[in-house]
């Protein structure tokens, strides 16, 4: 198991050539926020904007259209009920489906019909327990699934007294695409390389913390590419951040972590 460093961050994080625009640093679509949990799904959309993403688009219920413009008017929104959810879907370099998705099945499965093997897909928060429980078709994607240790126990099996890094191996191999198994100390699993995240605290045990991770996986693979360093990158970065802010703050916030993104990342790009 290789321990992540700062080193990973300055790797992937490089600075933007200026001949380019605002495609050039890929289109991210959010499919998430039921009318209970719209926070995570505009969470999931600040932290894929403040990371970099070049579009972000938010497939989301429409009583969160109007909250999430006023929060986030960078963002665009398609009610995720409608037939052009399929067309965002498309469209995408990178699909992160979950943040707040609740039990809707059926646009679970349509987003993963329609997912292509060019694409990223990032399975999150309730699609994660969705999938464990309905095991719908997976595309052939580049999956990478952002379990907590429950939604873990769901996928996997393995309770949670008993996931330990071997235990954890062996289950990811079974999954196509990375796992990032995240806990106190987040591993991650890709094919048979695994990596742990020695950063990041108890100031992160707040809702909307792996909604903000999500979004900042999603962002990292959509600009810096489909390669697990980026997912690594955004990991440690997300616990990075964090523990600068918990020196002063008892709790770090899913919006105080987002705001110290572009700082954060301008800060590692010239490293
Ligand atoms: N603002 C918003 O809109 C927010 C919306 N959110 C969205 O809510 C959806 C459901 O996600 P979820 O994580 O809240 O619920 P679920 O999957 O049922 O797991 C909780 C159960 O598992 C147990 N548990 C044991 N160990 C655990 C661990 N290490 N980490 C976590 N839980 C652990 C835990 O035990 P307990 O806390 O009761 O002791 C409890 O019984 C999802 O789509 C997410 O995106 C959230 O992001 C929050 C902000
Ligand atoms: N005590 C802790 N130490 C380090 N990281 C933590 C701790 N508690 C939570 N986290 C991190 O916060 C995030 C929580 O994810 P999750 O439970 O999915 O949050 P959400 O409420 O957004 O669904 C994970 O990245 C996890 O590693
Ligand atoms: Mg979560």
């Given at each position: 198991m290789q321990i992540l460093s700062e080193a990973i961050v300055d790797q992937v994080i490089q600075p933007r050539q200026?001949?380019?625009?605002?495609g050039d640093f890929g289109r991210v679509l959010i499919v998430g926020g039921n009318a209970h949990f719209g926070g995570a799904a505009i969470i999931a959309a600040s932290a894929a904007v403040y990371a970099g993403a070049g579009l972000v688009t938010v497939a989301t219920d429409s009583h969160n259209h109007a909250p999430l413009h006023a929060r986030l008017p960078e963002a665009m929104v398609i009610d995720s009920q409608r037939s052009d959810l399929i067309d965002a879907v498309h469209q995408a370099t990178v699909v992160v489906i979950g943040?707040?998705?609740?039990?809707?099945e059926v646009t679970l499965e349509r987003v993963l019909s329609a997912v292509t093997a060019q694409q990223t897909l990032v399975i999150d928060g309730s699609a994660i327990t969705l999938y464990a429980a309905n095991q719908p078709a997976l595309p052939q994607a580049h999956i990478i699934w952002t379990p907590h240790q429950m939604e873990w126990q769901r996928l996997s099996g393995i309770a949670i007294a008993d996931q330990t890094p071997e235990t954890s191996a062996i289950a990811a191999a079974k999954l196509p695409g990375i796992v990032?198994?995240?806990?106190?100390?987040t591993t991650i699993f890709a094919g048979t390389d695994s990596y742990q995240n020695p950063v990041g605290s108890?100031?992160?045990?707040?809702?909307?913390s792996g909604d903000t991770l999500a979004g900042i996986i999603g962002a990292f693979n959509a600009q810096f590419?489909?390669?697990v360093t980026s997912t690594l990158a955004a990991v440690y970065a997300h616990s990075d951040i964090s523990d600068q802010l918990a020196k002063t703050q008892f709790v770090t916030l899913p919006t105080a972590i987002i705001a110290q993104l572009p700082q954060y990342m301008a800060i590692h790009a010239n490293k």
């Open positions: 200026q001949a380019t625009h605002k943040p707040g998705l609740g039990d809707d990032v198994a995240k806990s106190h100390r108890a100031a992160l045990a707040t809702g909307g590419g489909a390669h």
